[in-house]
């Protein structure tokens, strides 16, 4: 099934891609192929102390999300960033769609879904 919205809660160990409408919900969740590890940078180190953005991650949220033609990104931390640039970079296609980045915590998949069905709701009122 097709959803004119859908809503991704997105940090470094998982993406939650929800489609909505006014009364379905289509979930599914993508998980990095390895799992992300937090490293600290120490003091005379060579590099930044970071693990590579996994792009393939990325890329498999974006899959996730096709079909809709309203996409709003939250999360909690930079892997929402992180997700916007590798769409401008690698999926031009899906930058018109994506009209909100929002800070979220960790709502529940209900939290989650109201809080997208407000956004939009509020979005296409702007718009008319």
Do not use: C
């Not at 997105?10 to 799992?35: C, F, L, N």
């Not at 974006?62 to 990104?73: H, R, S």
């Not at 018109?96 to 509020?122: C, N």
Request: charged share 25%; net charge negative.
């Amino acid at each position: 099934m097709s959803h004119y919205h859908a809503v991704v809660w997105i940090d470094h160990v998982e993406a939650r891609v929800m489609h909505v409408s006014s009364d379905d919900i289509e979930s599914s969740i993508v998980r990095p192929s390895k799992p992300h590890h937090h490293l600290h940078n120490k003091r005379g180190a060579v590099g930044a102390g970071r693990a590579p953005e996994d792009q393939h991650f990325y890329h498999e949220v974006v899959e996730a999300m096709k079909g809709a033609q309203e996409i709003l990104i939250v999360g909690p931390a930079n892997a929402k960033l992180n997700l916007v640039k590798h769409i401008h970079s690698h999926d031009q296609q899906m930058i018109d769609k994506v009209i909100g980045v929002e800070t979220v915590d960790h709502p529940s998949d209900a939290q989650l879904v109201a809080y997208a069905r407000k956004y939009f709701d509020a979005a296409d009122r702007m718009r008319s």
